[in-house]
């Protein structure tokens, strides 16, 4: 069975710097690795994901992640926060043919 | 191009009684999957729908079930509603034919569900 783990439940930046949050997963077979970010009283915007190829992956936003097999790892980064980035962000896991796991979320908040 | 619809936005519902949540997948999308949203959590699984039959089911109680209609969209019901009942519970659709419907899932607005 494939698990997600978010390390931080609540990051702050300031506005204009870095943003990196911590995604780890544990999958028995090669996953599919995906980023979602959900606004208050929204549903869930895929931000990114990577299924083969290339480890680095870029989205929208000016958001990026990169897969790291050996560290079990997808973690997302912006070199540049904005306050509009202020949202749950969600990582998730799947395999072909299975449900999305999720993990629990870390809350970003942009400090003007 | 509509998105994944979700009906009825809100809801309020007393304990012991039952509700039904709606959902219309992406155009394109045959595959209709019902995730839960507690407050501060992470989004959990309760089934997957294709071809008008459940394919797979997270651990979820009997409470829950659900349809697929020949136009693809779907209905979530849950009965003898319990106050850990409320939650947000989220749609996602995708294409179970290119994919085997896991490589991307276009999810709704959600329906907010409060059991009092």
């Known amino acids: 069975a494939q698990s997600v783990t978010q390390l931080g439940s609540h990051v702050s930046v300031s506005e204009g710097a870095l943003v990196l949050l911590r995604c780890n997963y544990s999958s028995s077979v090669p996953p599919y690795l995906f980023w979602y970010v959900q606004y208050p009283n929204q549903g869930l915007q895929l931000l990114l994901k990577y299924t083969t190829g290339a480890t680095l992956v870029k989205g929208i936003n000016g958001f990026e992640a990169e897969f790291k097999k050996s560290e079990t790892s997808f973690h997302l980064t912006k070199p540049s926060a904005h306050m509009s980035d202020a949202a749950e962000y969600f990582c998730?896991?799947?395999?072909?043919?299975?449900?999305?796991?999720f993990g629990p979320g870390t809350r970003l908040s942009v400090l003007p | 191009d509509a998105g994944v619809t979700q009906s009825p936005t809100h809801l309020i519902k007393t304990r012991g009684q039952q509700v039904t949540l709606r959902c219309s997948p992406k155009?394109?999308?045959?595959?209709v999957s019902w995730y839960q949203q507690a407050l501060g959590q992470g989004p959990q699984f309760i089934f997957q729908?294709?071809?008008?039959?459940?394919?797979q089911r997270g651990n979820f109680p009997d409470r829950f079930s659900g349809h697929q209609f020949p136009n693809y969209s779907s209905e979530l019901n849950v009965n003898a509603l319990l106050l850990g009942d409320s939650a947000l519970y989220l749609c996602a659709s995708s294409s179970w034919g290119t994919s085997l419907g896991s490589t991307e899932a276009f999810f709704g607005q959600g329906t907010r569900l409060t059991v009092v």
């Open positions: 729908y294709y071809e008008e039959e459940e394919r």
């Open positions: 998730a896991v799947t395999i072909r043919g299975q449900n999305f796991v």
């Open positions: 155009s394109g999308h045959d595959t």
